[in-house]
């Protein structure tokens, strides 16, 4: 696809990701159109225009925002983070009346006072703003525009917002089960298992049904953004029809599989029922089943299968010896066979002995906060 370039056409953008997906983030982004993409710990940076900011937000099934980088630098002082902050241009993005507030994180770093970081930040960017606006006072009671700093070994970026909720936040989960996985790294785990248009996909500790979602979303070409809104589609210096011209490759894109199936099992009747409401509100309802049943019963039914799942442990949902005996149940119930593949996500360092069996892959994911090992056995 051949971009038309806008009004925007070099802009400069972050997308944060969770650790160990940045690799799939890089790749995905150069296939939508982005230049000059470089993969860091837990982010991607990466350049274009308009087009690319609407698809990014919309297409991306691994990042967790897009962020506009306005600028970056290094500072160890107050009055660094001051100076540095007000010489970048704001004036191309905040008008006289939008609201602006300042969030934002500091690691390693000599200002790691986030109060005081945002309080400078603030006060740098409306004393940029009075300059170029010649006004002393700014109501702040338009569109909120959010721009959010980070502060790692000193090195600052200051960004603007361009997303608005996480886009872990499809627009399919309105409710979920206790403790659920976020659709970012269930679209990781999926991706890196790869999902087929005919893959026949188990997930026996189902819960809400993220996984089963996510590869179905994959599996039939649907971008996860299309059901929900954006920050920027408010943004008065953006394009706005390039978000519809997106919405429309993206609906142009999507290509209804008929031979893909997951099917999802779960102890608890509420997370079944939750499964089933959430695949319907994705739009993926008549390639997803799912019931009522024990892991201990687990028995796929197709002649070649794909296991994901995202089994309950000790810093979740169970006690950790409950957690043990259901890893020992997996071992005896996922089979070493012809054609099944299995990839299990787990914390525990003692995984593979309880499972009986090693590994023939690892792999290190982050669930929220929590490292993990992604575990991978496809050999037969």
């Not at 099934?61 to 107050?78: N, V, W």
């Not at 600052?156 to 917002?161: H, N, P, T, Y």
């Not at 039939?220 to 210096?237: D, Q, T, V, W």
Request: positive net charge; hydrophobic residues 40%.
């Amino acid at each position: 696809m051949v971009y038309e370039f806008k009004r925007n056409d070099n802009l400069k953008f972050v997308a944060p990701c969770l650790f160990g997906i940045e690799g799939l983030l890089s790749d995905e982004l150069k296939l939508m159109g982005a230049k000059n993409v470089v993969a860091e710990n837990g982010r991607v940076v990466f350049e274009g225009d308009d087009n690319i900011l609407a698809a990014a937000n919309i297409k991306s099934r691994f990042a967790e925002r897009i962020l506009i980088l306005i600028g970056s630098f290094k500072a160890t002082t107050f009055t660094q983070l001051f100076e540095n902050v007000k010489n970048l241009p704001f004036e191309k993005y905040i008008g006289k009346r939008h609201a602006f507030p300042v969030k934002g994180w500091s690691l390693h770093s000599t200002l790691h006072s986030i109060p005081d970081c945002q309080s400078i930040i603030k006060k740098a960017v409306v004393e940029r703003l009075k300059s170029k606006y010649n006004i002393d006072w700014f109501e702040e009671t338009g569109t909120k525009y959010q721009l959010q700093f980070s502060i790692l070994k000193d090195n600052v970026s200051i960004m603007l917002d361009t997303s608005g909720e996480g886009l872990h936040k499809r627009g399919y989960r309105a409710v979920s089960n206790g403790a659920p996985i976020k659709e970012t790294l269930a679209a990781a785990m999926a991706y890196i298992a790869r999902i087929y248009p005919d893959t026949k996909l188990y997930d026996p500790c189902c819960g809400s049904g993220t996984v089963l979602i996510e590869a179905a979303m994959i599996a039939n070409n649907i971008a996860p953004g299309l059901k929900r809104g954006f920050a920027a589609e408010a943004y008065s210096f953006i394009d706005q029809s390039v978000f519809k011209t997106q919405r429309d490759i993206a609906l142009s894109e999507i290509k209804r599989s008929p031979d893909f199936m997951a099917y999802g099992t779960d102890i608890d009747p509420q997370a079944v029922a939750l499964c089933k409401k959430n695949a319907q509100l994705a739009g993926v309802a008549d390639c997803i089943e799912v019931s009522v049943a024990d892991i201990k019963d687990f028995a796929p039914k197709t002649e070649r299968g794909l296991i994901i799942t995202n089994p309950p442990y000790g810093e979740r949902l169970l006690d950790i010896k409950s957690a043990h005996e259901i890893y020992k149940v997996m071992g005896q119930r996922f089979e070493k066979k012809k054609g099944y593949k299995y990839y299990v996500i787990s914390p525990e360092e003692q995984f593979e002995t309880l499972f009986g069996r090693v590994a023939d892959k690892r792999r290190k994911l982050y669930n929220g906060m929590i490292k993990c090992q992604l575990y991978m056995y496809f050999r037969a």
